[in-house]
């Protein structure tokens, strides 16, 4: 990033709108109800949005950050660019509120309740966000800000876009085992991305440049070693093919804590040395990385993918956001899923479940 362009004079005009009391007083937020869109920003262009912070309350639904879904659309297109669970979008995973600190997108204090963006968003001639509340209840607070700026842009931007997609993977290993790290178990192959977890599938020009990614493990075992596949243009082989999910993450050997970096890094992990009672990597994850410096760039299509587990052997309940720009029109997304609830935790009394029935089939406890 041209540092140099802080000091660039330009010959636009900055605009905002806001959620602020109108009548001068200080109740500034709005109520969003259940089964309503809220429309934040509606605009013609040409102009670049520079800055989105908004925070919400709802008194009854704890899972308003998955309930309440940001769209964004770009010049005149019916169908959005940006289809999100908010929290997700702004990096936090299940439905939950914790601190997030990338480069341009943050969930900041207090307890990550500020959802903060700094993406450019460039449009020709409209854009308008919105945001859907598909819950039961309402959001009775919903305070925002949207900054932009009118002013002409270069023809060779491509439209922001952003995509949720969450699935509960099947073990497909072909030795039928999840854990391949067992001692002496054999070694899987898989020579093909179609089991793999799916986190951006788009049509057009364009170039990819990060992905959040939230994995919830049912059981102990590194739910990692599935290798991250790029397959640009068509090709039939990824032509960007990974080692395995903690490197595409930039980390290494298994990791369970938190680090951030400005393009990389695990906001959230279950930590094996934590008072949870989970153990292993048991529990939530959250990976991110961006490639602001090294975006993934495709001329007519690209197929990114990663798999669950070493030859996609492992059971997790997988979900993502992914961030790229490119050409319009673009390729509608897929439907919404419907449940977007997040699963609940391994708890302890099931734990033990597990181990009574390991002892008993193997005979160290009376069968009953």
């Known amino acids: 990033m041209d540092l140099m362009n802080l000091a660039r004079l330009t ?14 007083g200080n109740d500034d937020w709005v109520t969003i109800g259940p089964g309503e869109t809220f429309v934040l920003l509606d605009t013609n262009g040409p102009g670049k949005i520079t800055h989105i912070w908004t925070t919400l309350l709802s008194e009854k639904d704890k899972n308003i950050r998955k309930n309440l879904i940001l769209r964004m659309f770009w010049d005149g297109q019916e169908h959005p660019s940006v289809e999100c669970p908010i929290g997700d979008f702004f990096g936090q995973g299940w439905g939950l509120n914790y601190n997030f600190s990338s480069l341009l997108i943050s ?3 207090r307890d990550g309740t500020a ?9 020709s001639t409209h854009a308008r966000i919105e945001v859907l509340n598909m819950g039961q209840e309402p959001c009775d607070r919903f305070y925002f800000y949207v900054d932009y700026e009118l002013v002409d842009i270069d023809p060779d931007l491509g439209r922001f876009h952003a995509w949720y997609n969450q699935e509960t993977t099947s073990n497909e290993s072909s030795d039928g085992m999840e854990n391949a790290w067992i001692s002496g178990a054999p070694d899987p192959k898989n020579c093909s991305d179609k089991h793999n977890y799916l986190f951006c599938d788009a049509e057009g020009t364009g170039h990819f440049v990060g992905v959040n990614y939230y ?3 049912p059981s ?3 739910p990692g070693e599935g290798d991250d596949m790029f397959r640009i243009d068509g ?15 930039n980390t290494s050997w298994g990791p369970d804590e938190h680090f951030t970096n400005p393009l990389f890094g695990i906001a959230y992990a279950p930590g094996k040395n934590n008072s949870d009672p989970q ?28 798999e669950h587990g070493h030859a996609n052997g492992m059971i997790l309940h997988l979900s993502s956001v992914a961030y790229w720009y490119q050409t319009l029109p673009s390729k509608p997304f897929p439907p919404l899923p ?15 479940a597990w181990r009574h029935a390991y002892l008993k089939e193997k005979g160290l406890v009376p069968k009953t």
């Open 115 to 123: 959802l903060v963006s700094y993406i450019p968003m460039p449009f």
């Open 220 to 222: 102990a075992p590194w």
């Open 11 to 24: 010959h636009a005009r900055t605009r905002r709108t806001s959620s602020y009391d109108r009548s001068g």
């Open 338 to 352: 419907q449940d977007r609830t997040p699963l609940p935790l391994t708890t302890v009394e099931e734990i033990h």
């Open 235 to 249: 090709e039939p082989w990824p032509g960007l093919h990974g080692t395995g999910t903690e490197d595409y993450f």
């Open 279 to 306: 153990y292993g990597w048991m529990g939530r994850m959250h990976y991110y990385r961006f490639h602001f410096f090294d975006p993934v760039r495709f001329q007519s299509s690209i197929r990114a993918s990663i």
């Open 107 to 109: 969930s900041a204090p």
């Open 215 to 217: 994995v919830q493990a």
